[in-house]
């Protein structure tokens, strides 16, 4: 079975990222790093299956979400423990530091 990254809206948010450890990426379609991240993302997302959450928030379509959390500059990736940012990490991350923190959020 194919775990994809979740798309994330503000009506889904909370309900995700409440339980259990999820990782978030902020992004926008013009943004190049983005771009990078995103394969990333859905491949961590397929690794990991149902042991952790992996979601995407565009920036653009959800300013609400980008402005609760501050985001700044994109990609932001924001890994949260039962609803709690736990970490928030800035620019293009690799798989082996997101596959890492993730494990030990676990």
């Given at each position: 079975?194919?775990?994809?990254?979740?798309?994330?809206?503000?009506?889904?948010?909370?309900?995700?990222?409440?339980?259990?450890?999820?990782?978030?990426?902020?992004?926008?379609?013009?943004?190049?790093?983005?771009?990078?991240?995103?394969?990333?993302?859905?491949?961590?997302?397929?690794?990991?299956?149902?042991?952790?959450?992996?979601?995407?928030?565009?920036v653009d379509e959800q300013l609400e979400l980008a402005?609760?959390?501050?985001?700044?500059?994109?990609?932001?990736?924001?890994?949260?423990k039962d609803g709690k940012p736990l970490e928030v990490?800035?620019?293009?991350?690799?798989?082996?530091?997101?596959?890492?923190?993730?494990?030990?959020?676990?």
């Open positions: 079975r194919c775990f994809m990254a979740i798309t994330l809206s503000k009506d889904n948010f909370e309900a995700t990222i409440s339980s259990g450890v999820a990782l978030v990426d902020f992004w926008a379609s013009w943004c190049g790093p983005c771009k990078m991240q995103l394969p990333i993302v859905e491949e961590l997302s397929n690794e990991l299956g149902e042991k952790a959450k992996v979601g995407k928030v565009n402005q609760q959390f501050g985001i700044q500059s994109i990609p932001t990736l924001i890994l949260f990490m800035v620019g293009l991350q690799s798989k082996e530091t997101l596959y890492e923190k993730i494990n030990g959020a676990l």
